[in-house]
């Protein structure tokens, strides 16, 4: 008989947490995978002016952004929403949506029912080695071998299942 493992209680402080950087974003991870045995994960973001994430949709994963400071319009179905500090954004999976962050930097939670998509994140993220913004000079990740690593990624981990992110 096999016995199931049971997610554990734990702590990780977001100045300690593993930070990658990829994308032009300081990513943190609060909650992985193997942290909540594939329940949710968490991450902190701090993400500078600009477009975020193109429209896409995550197929099997519901995701929840909550604005900690700055200030960003999330197009949900191609409709804007406007979010301040405090907004808390829910983006039911099989919904189409993309983002945008309007203030110099924004930094915001963004959660995934259940866990996966945070691999893809790792898996094109070079370690940080600030609690910064990446440095200009920091190339983005290549759109072929971004694709691969999604499909990789989605093979181990169903729910980071993306449609056209890259």
């Given at each position: ?5 049971k ?8 100045a ?13 991870m ?22 975020a ?5 995550h197929?099997a ?37 993309a ?68």
């Open positions: 008989m096999n016995e199931q493992i997610a554990q209680p734990f702590e990780v402080n977001v300690e947490g593993r930070a990658y950087w990829t994308m032009g974003i300081l990513w943190t609060l909650a992985t995978y193997e942290d909540t045995d594939g329940q949710y994960s968490c991450m902190e973001e701090l993400l500078p002016q600009g477009p994430a193109p429209p896409h949709i197929e994963a519901d995701e929840t952004f909550y604005l900690l400071e700055g200030e960003a319009t999330f197009f949900v179905e191609d409709q804007p929403i406007k979010a301040t500090a405090g907004s808390f954004i829910s983006i039911p999976r099989g919904t189409k949506h983002f945008q962050i309007d203030s110099e930097t924004a930094r915001l939670l963004n959660t995934y029912v259940p866990a996966g998509f945070e691999q893809t994140i790792i898996a094109m993220a070079v370690p940080a080695e600030t609690r910064t913004l990446p440095p200009a000079s920091l190339p983005f990740p290549d759109l072929e071998q971004a694709k691969q690593v999604f499909d990789q990624i989605s093979e181990q981990y169903p729910a980071a299942k993306t449609t056209n992110f890259f």
